[in-house]
């Protein structure tokens, strides 16, 4: 009896440790989940804090700066008719190394001086048949100095005697790299202090450049009051060539943090 009732409280006991240890297990695992919820806020918080988006602002500025044309572009064409298509092309050919030669002579370099087309057109008559064949040959040269280009232009023409056609002039700007230089300190001086007029205007301070995009743009060539014309009616004198001025322009687009 002893030992039954031994063996009874024996196994209370055991029951009772058991039913203590389920219910520390089934706390800690409450506990345990409690922390681990825990754990998890301040991670959310952070990752919504990294990912966020830095306050700025964004500006556009505008530079323009002028600058005297340094090169003056002459279109040529070289207009021949002639009975057969060799002959015409022949004929046309011996003008348009004739003006060629002038430039060149004058001080046109060969890498400026460039063909650009080349037309063979029959002139029909009744029936369908050529009655004869024009030939147009074109050229363009890039005259660097506008001092002595009037009179390179009137040699040209001579040269070419009654075939040659002037179709265009026009003054270019090339060497800009200096003027889009100061264009752009411009623009971005433009862009800072619009940024800082806003900032102040919300209680903020410009902070550090975040990006920077231009663009440039150069007027287009200025043409020159100088229209098409025969040989025959071309001045003997140097043709008076004015620069005048042209601008470089860059607009700049600018990101600003904020303070």
Known sequence: MTITLDGRKLTFVTVAAMGLLAAYLLGSSRSGATVASAATIPARVAALTTTGTTAGITVTGTGTVSGVPDTLRLDMSIVVSGATIDSALAAANQTSAAVQD?????????????????????????????????????????LRN?????????????????????????????????????????????????????????GRSVGPVISINDSVQTDAPTPVSFGGFAAASAPAMAVPIQAGSQNVSVQVTVVFGLQ
């Open 102 to 142: 002038s430039l060149l002579k004058h001080g046109v370099a060969p890498k400026d001086l460039q063909t650009t087309s080349l037309y063979i057109q029959p002139n029909y008559v009744a029936k369908g048949q050529a009655r004869s064949y024009q030939v147009d040959e074109s050229m363009s040269a890039k």
């Open 146 to 202: 506008l001092h002595t280009a009037g009179g390179i232009v009137s040699a040209a023409v001579a040269a070419g005697g009654n075939s040659t056609r002037v179709d265009g002039l026009s003054l270019e700007l090339e060497d800009t790299g200096r003027l889009v230089s100061a264009a752009r300190t411009s623009a971005f001086d433009d862009a800072k202090t619009k940024a800082e007029q806003y900032a102040r205007a919300a």
